[in-house]
């Protein structure tokens, strides 16, 4: 299906891109001395996370289709994104 096709260079793209900011990660915990814990959260603990993220990615979409002005989708988005750095990452790597 067409809408399904993508460029050849989207996989190459996300494929180094995932492989950067996963050396990233451990690179800038270990230099930044993150605590074990944070650098190892439970499962529950990323269960949430990841669920908190599809929140806000089904949010955003949802105000955007619901004709909400692009400002107030970037305000809405920018406090959900600081809380959920503080409550699930809150490490100098970040």
């Not at 995932?18 to 190892?40: M, P, R, S």
Request: charge should be negative; aromatic fraction near 16%; charged fraction near 15%.
């Amino acid at each position: 299906h067409p809408a399904l096709i993508t460029a050849w260079w989207v996989p190459e793209l996300f494929g180094l891109a995932g492989f950067i900011i996963g050396w990233l990660y451990i690179l800038l915990d270990e230099g930044l001395e993150t605590a074990n814990d944070k650098k190892i959260p439970s499962p529950p603990e990323i269960l949430v996370g990841i669920s908190f993220f599809t929140l806000q990615y089904w949010l955003s979409g949802i105000m955007y289709a619901s004709g909400y002005d692009r400002t107030a989708i970037f305000g809405v988005m920018t406090a959900l994104s600081v809380g959920g750095y503080i409550k699930f990452d809150s490490t100098k790597a970040g």
